[in-house]
C-alpha cells in the first residue's frame, strides 16, 4: 500500500509569521484572501 502525504497542520503561536517563514523556506509566494492566507504551489 502506498500513501501520500498531502496537507500538513502545524499549531503555533503566530500562524502568519510561520506562514511567512515556509513561504521564504519554499519559494511559494502568499497569497492573502478575505478571510486568510494562503500559499499557492507551482
Given amino acids: 500500500m502506498v500513501s501520500v502525504l ?5 499549531d503555533c503561536a ?5 506562514a511567512r517563514f ?3 523556506v519554499t ?6 484572501t478575505r478571510d ?3 500559499s ?3
Fill in 36 to 38: 486568510r492566507v494562503t
Fill in 14 to 18: 503566530d500562524a502568519y509569521e510561520l
Fill in 40 to 42: 499557492r504551489r507551482r
Fill in 27 to 32: 519559494g511559494c509566494p502568499l497569497v492573502p
Fill in 22 to 24: 515556509w513561504s521564504r
Fill in 6 to 10: 498531502q496537507n500538513v497542520a502545524i
